[in-house]
């Protein structure tokens, strides 16, 4: 007699099984776990209230992430998350590097941070938003890829940011995406920024993966980098069957804790895109 999955190995199986296929029924899920039906289904009705999948007629599927909503609607988006990430982020900052980072709204938190450190930085960034901040403090050499601007990201990219990118050496590039799977590692919703984060990879000594929770089960369009590419991982999850198939591929993970005083500390200390001139 075959035993039974647990609970945690038969969730993460399913999840396993959708970043593969995207889609899946109740029924052909049902069989491949060897559990009931009704099983499945309250399997597939706990990953989707904890945000993993949309569950659809009959079955599930992955859930799409918020890459096509406009800057100023996803800055908001897992805020707490995005800031004690950041905050993680901020150990691996030694006086006198380089890094790259791209755009994204996980990245503009770490700007954020950023902009109170007193040591000498360079910094090349394709983040319209994150290097306004960063050219606020006299310590850092702040460089934007010069590119074709996307409005709705804030964000420049094209064949001349790849050039400009392609002319540097970063130390570590820290690089926020729309998903990441240890299947598929980091994608994109748009070409142009998955190309962005790849030149910025391959340039860089390190790269470090600054990805929130509702990420982790997502694949987008356009693939950028395997986990083979990415040395670390920082989030901030509870769920142990998120983690733990990164940690099977040798990948560092770091789990920030969501500390609700340094998010709101950290907010405070806000520089916004509309109040710069």
């Given at each position: 007699m075959?035993?039974?999955?647990?609970?945690?190995?038969?969730?993460?199986?399913?999840?396993?099984?959708?970043?593969?296929?995207?889609s899946k029924?109740?029924f052909s899920?049902?069989k491949?776990?060897n559990?009931?039906?009704a099983t499945?289904?309250?399997?597939?009705?706990?990953?989707?209230?904890?945000?993993s999948?949309?569950?659809?007629h009959?079955?599930a599927?992955?859930?799409?992430?918020?890459?096509?909503?406009?800057?100023?609607?996803?800055?908001?988006?897992?805020?707490?998350?995005?800031?004690?990430i950041?905050h993680?982020?901020l150990?691996?900052?030694k006086?006198?590097?380089?890094?790259?980072?791209?755009?994204?709204?996980?990245?503009?938190?770490?700007?954020?941070?950023?902009?109170?450190l007193k040591?000498?930085?360079?910094?090349i960034?394709?983040?319209?938003n994150?290097?306004?901040?960063?050219?606020?403090?006299?310590?850092?050499?702040?460089?934007?890829?010069?590119?074709?601007?996307?409005?709705?990201?804030l964000?420049?990219?094209?064949?001349?940011?790849?050039?400009?990118?392609?002319?540097?050496?970063?130390?570590i590039?820290f690089?926020s995406?729309?998903?990441?799977?240890?299947?598929?590692?980091?994608?994109?919703?748009?070409?142009?920024e998955a190309?962005?984060?790849?030149?910025?990879?391959?340039?860089?000594?390190?790269?470090?993966a600054?990805?929130?929770e509702?990420?982790?089960?997502i694949?987008?369009?356009i693939?950028?980098?395997?986990?083979k590419?990415?040395?670390?991982?920082?989030?901030?999850?509870?769920?142990d069957?998120?983690?733990?198939p990164?940690?099977?591929?040798?990948?560092?993970v770091i789990n920030?804790?969501?500390?609700k005083?340094?998010?709101k500390?950290?907010?405070s200390?806000?520089?916004?895109?509309n109040?710069?001139?």
């Open positions: 075959t035993r039974e999955l647990d609970t945690f190995t038969r969730r993460s199986i399913i999840l396993k099984k959708l970043n593969f296929e995207n029924s109740v899920l049902s491949e776990c559990v009931s039906l499945i289904r309250r399997d597939l009705n706990a990953l989707e209230k904890e945000g999948l949309l569950r659809t009959g079955g599927t992955l859930k799409s992430s918020a890459s096509n909503q406009r800057f100023t609607t996803r800055e908001n988006i897992s805020k707490e998350e995005k800031i004690q950041a993680s982020a150990e691996f900052i006086p006198g590097i380089s890094i790259a980072m791209n755009d994204g709204t996980t990245n503009y938190y770490f700007s954020k941070l950023l902009l109170n040591k000498n930085l360079t910094i960034t394709s983040g319209i994150t290097a306004i901040v960063l050219s606020e403090n006299k310590n850092f050499l702040c460089y934007l890829a010069g590119g074709q601007v996307k409005n709705s990201v964000a420049t990219s094209g064949s001349h940011a790849e050039n400009m990118i392609e002319s540097y050496n970063p130390d590039a690089i995406a729309d998903g990441f799977t240890p299947q598929q590692g980091l994608t994109f919703a748009y070409e142009g190309n962005i984060a790849k030149k910025m990879i391959k340039r860089s000594k390190k790269s470090i600054l990805i929130t509702e990420k982790l089960n694949i987008e369009n693939s950028s980098a395997s986990c590419e990415v040395d670390i991982l920082i989030t901030c999850s509870k769920k069957y998120l983690l733990k990164f940690k099977e591929k040798k990948m560092k920030a804790k969501i500390n005083k340094t998010a500390d950290s907010n200390n806000v520089i916004k895109f109040d710069a001139r």
